[in-house]
């Protein structure tokens, strides 16, 4: 074997090396990436309030998730979603308002098996806007509570469904 063999030999096993530390080096930070964004969403379970989404009654789901607070109506929130629906498995809604410094927004169906069905929280300075796909069981109001400025406004739109989606 000549000298200049035995260099290139080396080298290549230098790179091999090389790339094997990189290899593992990268698949370490993949999996503390991995594992940290695992247990973020655990954290934020804990935040949730499941007397108010386990809650089978309408009233009762209504005082649990915002206890001691008064809703006023509000013109200044609009739900979009169609008067009539053949599916309830599946209905499109659309909540929009103009209301300031939105700090959340939550959605009831009141007849519902468990009429909470989502609430979306922003941080500042974001629209006043949400898009969801709900699941209906029957025709009832479908309820938008918005928390602005620490205050709470609502407003409801009935919603004829054909055929159920919670069963």
């Given amino acids: 074997m000549s000298l200049s063999s035995k260099k290139?030999?080396?080298k290549h096993g230098k790179q091999?090396?090389?790339?094997?530390r990189d290899t593992l080096r990268y698949l370490a930070m993949g999996s503390?990436?991995?594992?940290?964004?695992?247990?973020?969403?655990?954290?934020?379970?804990a935040k949730w309030n499941k007397a108010a989404f386990s809650s089978v009654d309408f009233d009762e789901a209504i005082v649990a998730y915002f206890p001691g607070q008064e809703i006023d109506e509000s013109e200044q929130i609009n739900i979009g979603v169609h008067s009539i629906v053949e599916d309830g498995a599946v209905?499109?809604?659309k909540v929009k308002t103009d209301l300031p410094n939105i700090e959340s927004i939550t959605i009831f169906?009141?007849?519902?098996?468990?009429?909470?069905?989502?609430?979306?929280?922003?941080?500042t300075n974001c629209v006043g806007f949400?898009?969801?796909?709900?699941?209906?069981q029957n025709s009832s109001n479908i309820i938008a509570v918005v928390k602005s400025e620490g205050a709470l406004f609502s407003t409801r739109k009935f919603?004829?469904?054909h055929e159920g989606g919670c069963g």
């Fill in 16 to 20: 091999i090396n090389m790339l094997r």
């Fill in 130 to 136: 949400i898009s969801t796909r709900i699941k209906m």
């Fill in 91 to 93: 209905v499109p809604v």
């Fill in 32 to 45: 503390i990436t991995l594992i940290s964004g695992l247990l973020k969403p655990i954290s934020v379970l």
């Fill in 8 to 10: 290139d030999s080396s």
């Fill in 159 to 161: 919603i004829e469904v």
């Fill in 109 to 123: 169906v009141e007849n519902n098996p468990n009429p909470l069905i989502a609430s979306f929280n922003f941080t």
